[in-house]
C-alpha cells in the first residue's frame, strides 16, 4: 500500500502509468468543475463561486506542461536518456492529491467558511473584535492541516517518479529538483496572468 501511494513508479509498467496519469487529469478536472476549484497554478488550488467545465481542465493543462517541461530538461541535464513519458507520467500522477482537496469544498462548504472568515476581518478591527465562530475556526485548521499533508504527498511522488525516470542522485540534484518546481510555479502564473 505505501508503495502504491508514495512510489507507484516502480512497480507498474510506464503504460498503466501514463493511463492513469490521463485518467486522474480528465476526472481531476472534473472533480475542480463540480466542487469550483480552480487549479489556478502548479502547487495551488482555489475555490471560486463558479467555473465552466473547460477552465479546471485548462489549468491542469498549464499546471502539467509548466512542471513537465522544467523536470524534463532537469532530466536531461542529470540524465541524457531521461525520456518524455517517464518525466510526464509522475507529472500527472502526482496533482491526485490536488484534486482530492475538491472534495472538501462540497456544496462550497470551504468556499462559504472563507468568505465568512474574510468578511469578518477589516483593518478596524482588534483580535478580540473578530467574529469567527469557533467551529469555522477549527475547519479552516482542519483544512490547512490536511492541505499541507497533501502538499506533501504531491511533492514525494513526483521527487520519487523524477528520481525513477532520471537516476537522479544527491543533494545537487535533490535542490535542482526543488528549484524546478519553483520555477514551474512561476511558469505557470506567468502564463495564467498572460491567458486572463
Wanted: proline share 4%.
Amino acid at each position: 500500500m505505501k508503495t502504491l501511494l508514495f512510489n507507484p513508479f516502480e512497480k507498474y509498467a510506464e503504460n498503466k502509468l501514463l493511463l492513469f496519469g490521463i485518467f486522474i487529469t480528465l476526472a481531476g478536472s472534473y472533480l475542480g468543475y463540480l466542487f469550483q476549484g480552480r487549479f489556478d497554478g502548479v502547487i495551488d488550488l482555489h475555490f471560486v463561486p463558479s467555473t465552466t467545465l473547460f477552465e479546471p481542465l485548462a489549468d491542469n493543462l498549464i499546471n502539467i506542461f509548466s512542471l513537465f517541461l522544467l523536470l524534463f530538461l532537469l532530466g536531461k541535464y542529470i540524465n541524457p536518456k531521461t525520456r518524455v513519458i517517464d518525466t510526464l507520467t509522475p507529472v500527472m500522477i502526482a496533482r491526485l492529491p490536488f484534486y482530492l482537496l475538491t472534495f472538501f469544498n462540497y456544496q462550497n462548504y470551504i468556499s462559504g467558511i472563507t468568505e465568512k472568515l474574510i468578511a469578518s476581518i477589516d483593518l478596524q478591527n482588534t483580535p478580540t473584535d473578530l467574529n469567527i465562530a469557533t467551529s469555522d475556526l477549527i475547519i479552516t485548521l482542519l483544512f490547512s492541516g490536511i492541505s499541507i499533508l497533501f502538499l506533501v504527498w504531491f511533492v514525494i511522488l513526483l521527487f520519487n517518479g523524477f528520481k525513477v525516470a532520471t537516476n537522479s542522485r544527491g543533494i545537487k540534484n535533490n535542490l535542482l529538483f526543488a528549484g524546478a518546481i519553483i520555477l514551474a510555479e512561476i511558469l505557470s502564473k506567468i502564463i495564467f496572468t498572460f491567458l486572463n
